[in-house]
């Protein structure tokens, strides 16, 4: 059920993180994988890291948020497997601060990377999926999607924003392309080490008190911990679920 062999992965910010690591995890799972993000020289590492597992694996540059560069970055990751079956929309920024503080231009930084570029890469994988009569979409929002940041050091009202956004889209999607057998989930992370929080939040004892605290796990989510959600919602173990939004957070947002 939860065999991914002969599918195809496509991972969005695979040169780093929950990324990598998700790209990692399909690859031991049974796919062959398309790496994209920026920074070529890391989705090359990742790619020797798969290959080495004896899966297929193609890096493509890509930012996310231009549309010629995703176009042709997904048309090349077509061309090269002929069919594109998942896709992991895992890019994304964390821009910091309140409205009272935030430039416009930070604003909309969020919102093209975390919206825009999932809007973007779908836009261009969701036909090949219509067209193959399959499809399993996973959305990386955040817990921060429907809870603010408690600790007022760290307010991020536009990645709260882009987040939330992340969902709407989700379900606007898993609507649409159920019929295609296409389904469109979302995650939400809690904290995790990676390069977005490894010199912001795990740098704050107060944040990493008030979290672990308040959290009935009592710590943050540990490497490999999201995977067997998005595992889940990759595979036909998940065929009959849609438009959901399940957050992998040690409980954090029930209390
Ligand atoms: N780490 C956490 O605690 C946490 C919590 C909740 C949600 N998330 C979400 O998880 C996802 C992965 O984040 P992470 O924690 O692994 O951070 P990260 O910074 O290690 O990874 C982000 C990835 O996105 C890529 N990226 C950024 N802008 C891009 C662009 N314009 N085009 C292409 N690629 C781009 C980066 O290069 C990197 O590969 C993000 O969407 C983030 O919002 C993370």
């Given at each position: 059920m939860?065999?991914?062999?002969?599918k195809v992965a496509v991972v969005t910010g695979?040169?780093?993180?929950?990324?990598?690591?998700?790209?990692?995890?399909?690859?031991?799972?049974?796919?062959?994988?398309?790496?994209?993000?920026?920074?070529?020289?890391?989705?090359?590492e990742v790619a020797t890291e798969i290959k080495e597992m004896g899966r297929?694996?193609?890096p493509i540059k890509m930012d996310v948020t231009d549309e010629e560069n995703v176009k042709e970055g997904i048309q090349k990751a077509f061309d090269h497997f002929g069919h594109l079956d998942i896709l992991l929309n895992n890019a994304g920024i964390a821009v910091g601060g309140g409205v009272?503080?935030?430039?416009?231009?930070?604003?909309?930084?969020?919102?093209?990377?975390n919206v825009k570029g999932i809007f973007l890469v779908s836009k261009y994988v969701v036909p090949h999926?219509?067209?193959?009569?399959?499809g399993r979409i996973v959305n990386v929002a955040s817990v921060n999607a429907i809870m603010a940041d408690k600790a007022d050091?760290?307010?991020r009202h536009s990645y709260n924003a882009s987040k939330s956004a992340v969902l709407g889209l989700t379900l606007g999607m898993a609507a649409s392309y159920g019929k295609y057998n296409i389904t469109v989930n979302a995650i939400?992370?809690?904290?995790?080490?990676?390069?977005?929080?490894?010199?912001?939040?795990?740098?704050?004892?107060?944040?990493?008190?008030l979290y672990n605290g308040t959290n009935p796990m009592c710590r943050p989510g540990k490497q490999g911990e999201l995977n067997g959600t998005i595992l889940y919602f990759s595979s036909d173990g998940s065929s009959y679920t849609t438009g959901q939004f399940i957050v992998v957070d040690g409980g954090g947002t029930i209390v």
């Open positions: 939860f065999d991914l062999t002969g695979a040169s780093s993180g929950l990324g990598r690591d998700a790209a990692i995890a399909y690859a031991e799972a049974g796919a062959d994988v398309v790496l994209l993000a920026r920074r070529l020289e890391r989705l090359e297929d694996v193609l009272h503080q935030l430039s416009v231009e930070d604003f909309d930084k969020s919102m093209d990377v999926m219509m067209d193959n009569k399959y050091v760290f307010i939400g992370p809690g904290l995790f080490e990676s390069e977005m929080t490894e010199d912001t939040l795990f740098k704050s004892e107060d944040f990493l008190n």
